[in-house]
Nanobody, 124 residues
């Protein structure tokens, strides 16, 4: 069993920055994909950024170079640095993990573990 706990959300004005953290505990192993998803008002859960077991990183198109995903493997911590935030980035952000070989997909149903989420609110 793995547990994921997010932190770092908050309220900022458009153009501001936030750094989200995800502390992972329990069995993680090396064959894991770690990712950030979000749920924005009026939409289903959508992938934001992901990193697979080989360290390959991918971002959703809407990120447009504004976000950076990183991980501290020794500390079992995943980060999401978000810059130039826009009001449309407002939503609940989730840290997720997928085992089964450690490869990543954009379908939320492929992920085995979810944190409770951290709220990000961006005002105009």
């Amino acid at each position: 069993q793995a547990q994921l706990v997010e932190s770092g959300g908050g309220s900022v004005q458009a153009g501001g920055s936030l750094r989200l953290s995800c502390a992972a505990s329990g069995y993680i192993g090396r064959d894991v994909c770690m990712a950030w998803f979000r749920q924005v008002p009026g939409k289903g859960r959508e992938g934001v950024a992901r990193v697979n077991k080989e360290g390959r990183i991918m971002y959703a198109d809407f990120v447009q170079g504004r976000f950076t995903i990183s991980q501290d493997v020794a500390e079992n911590t995943l980060y999401l640095e978000m810059n130039n935030l826009k009001p449309e980035d407002t939503g609940m952000y989730y840290c997720v993990a997928r085992f089964s070989g450690g490869y990543c997909y954009w379908d939320a149903s492929d992920y085995d573990y979810w944190g409770r989420g951290t709220q990000v609110t961006v005002s105009a």
